[in-house]
């Protein structure tokens, strides 16, 4: 390693991002904007929402969720997943166009939705993090977040199979970069991983650049006629109703991934930030951010596990780079041609770029169980683990992809995530042998290793 590499070293070979100057912290802010960028323009691709709000409110919910946290957690919110099965059964898409006219019902819901968040954790302030985190302990928090990298696993596959070239230039540049690079190179491998890889689908012609010769340069990224104010004004109230019960249920899963997303940053970062700034204030921000895009016709925010994996490999934890992604993804919010160059790159390159992150989701997950010393002696905790695990990616790849139910007319499905965590939830709380107990004074047992 260069004399010039080992001054922004920090200790434990976490750089330090003051020494890395203004240019590579845009640099970095960058690639946390391609990391999330993938990932957060399908939603909306899947769904018909806007692409450009959908990057505007990213970006908006990231900074909000900054200000609320304090500016200490380097999380980065994009598009929920987990509500796709809301918006499909309230706004089915139809010939692979949304439903304009029923999509902000669907938005109304998810914005209700979010006060779920807010709801917990006003109680969290009031009765404290204990009594919350003691039904999260590294056995259901740890198997929960190996099993968002296992679960998110397929869309990578599924991606990478549409070009395995451009795939795998993506990935060996990931790794080439992060293994044997020096200096900058070392810590921007995936923007070098995107990068390259569209250089090389574009030689080789497999890039249609016809949407960014029609595209504008310069566009509002809101419509009022897809915002939930729309829906709240011109709607049907039954519709609204039905929206609300259909949507809000999810919000119990994506509270718990939530949780289980904070877990994965601190145990990567090496920071408690359950106890600092607490639990209470990354729901808020999580809550707030959501029901802010879905109000103004954006998907529901989530923290995203993409850019968990960024900072896994390149070791830049300073929040700053993430809010530099932030006010990037609000900038190119507001130009459409910018979102369709975007929006022509390569699946595969995404493909590439994501099997990577996922999988170093799943290991932070791994690493939680171990640094925690989780005894798998036990069988209960053999169980815990053995069921969040199946259940989560057995149901994922199932032919449904969910288990549903109904209740009178309405039919309400829980993803595969959603059942294992809550499963998880129930065991630890009612079999025997229980040893945890989240303790501030001693926050290696919280699922989170500070120091080295």
């Known amino acids: 390693m260069s004399e010039k590499s080992k001054n922004v070293l920090g200790e434990n070979g976490i750089y330090d991002a003051k020494s890395l100057g203004a240019p590579k912290m845009l640099v970095l802010g960058l690639q946390h904007m391609f990391a999330m960028f993938g990932a957060t323009i399908l939603v909306p691709m899947l769904t018909g929402l806007d692409v450009s709000t959908t990057l505007l409110f990213a970006g908006l919910g990231t900074l909000l969720f900054h200000l609320l946290t304090k500016g200490k957690v380097p999380a980065f919110l994009g598009s929920s997943f987990a509500f796709l099965g809301g918006y499909a059964a309230i706004a089915p898409m139809a010939g692979g166009a949304g439903n304009q006219a029923l999509l902000p019902y669907a938005c109304f819901g998810v914005a209700c939705s979010g006060l779920l968040y807010l709801i917990l954790a006003f109680m969290i302030k009031i009765f404290g ?7 999260f302990p590294p056995i259901v928090t740890g198997p929960i977040i190996i099993a968002i990298g296992l679960t998110l696993s397929q869309s990578a596959i599924d991606n990478c199979a549409s ?10 540049l990931v790794i080439i970069c992060n293994i044997w690079g020096r200096g900058m190179v070392r810590i921007v491998p995936i923007i070098i991983g995107v990068i390259g890889s569209y250089l090389l689908a574009a030689v080789l012609g497999r890039v249609d650049f016809t ?7 310069i566009g509002f990224p809101v419509h009022w006629n897809q915002t939930a104010f729309w829906a709240l004004s011109e709607g049907d109230l039954s519709l609204l109703i039905t929206s609300v019960i259909t949507i809000m249920p999810i919000a119990l899963a994506t509270i718990v991934e939530h949780i289980g997303d904070i877990s994965a940053i601190s145990s990567t970062v090496g920071k408690n930030y359950i106890k600092d700034p607490g639990l209470h204030r990354t729901l808020l921000g999580d809550g707030l951010a959501t029901i802010l895009a ?44 910018f979102a369709a160059v975007i929006g022509c790159m390569p699946t595969a390159a995404c493909g590439g770029v994501s099997l990577v992150l996922y999988g170093m989701i799943s290991a932070v997950g791994v690493r939680n169980i171990v640094e925690t010393k989780v005894d798998f002696a036990k069988s209960r905790n053999v169980i815990i ?24 007319s309405l039919a309400i499905s829980f993803s595969g995530l959603a059942v294992g965590a809550l499963a998880g939830i129930i065991l630890n709380a009612v079999l025997p042998g229980k040893d945890y107990e989240y303790n ?9 290793k500070l120091g080295s």
């Open 163 to 172: 070009d395995w070239l451009i795939a795998v230039t993506a990935i060996a």
């Open 211 to 217: 949407q960014v010769k029609e595209a504008a340069w």
């Open 294 to 337: 879905s109000l103004f016709g954006a998907p529901a925010n989530t923290t995203y596990g993409e850019n968990t994996g960024v900072l896994s490999l390149t070791k830049v934890y300073d929040p700053l780079v993430i809010r530099i992604a932030a006010l990037f993804a609000i900038l190119f919010s507001f130009s459409p041609k």
């Open 440 to 448: 501030d004074d001693n926050p290696d047992q919280t699922g989170v």
């Open 129 to 135: 993090t204990g009594r919350v985190m003691k039904f």
């Open 385 to 408: 683990a053995a069921l969040i695990l199946v259940l989560s990616i057995g149901i994922k790849y199932s032919s449904a992809g969910a288990v549903g139910f109904t209740v009178g």
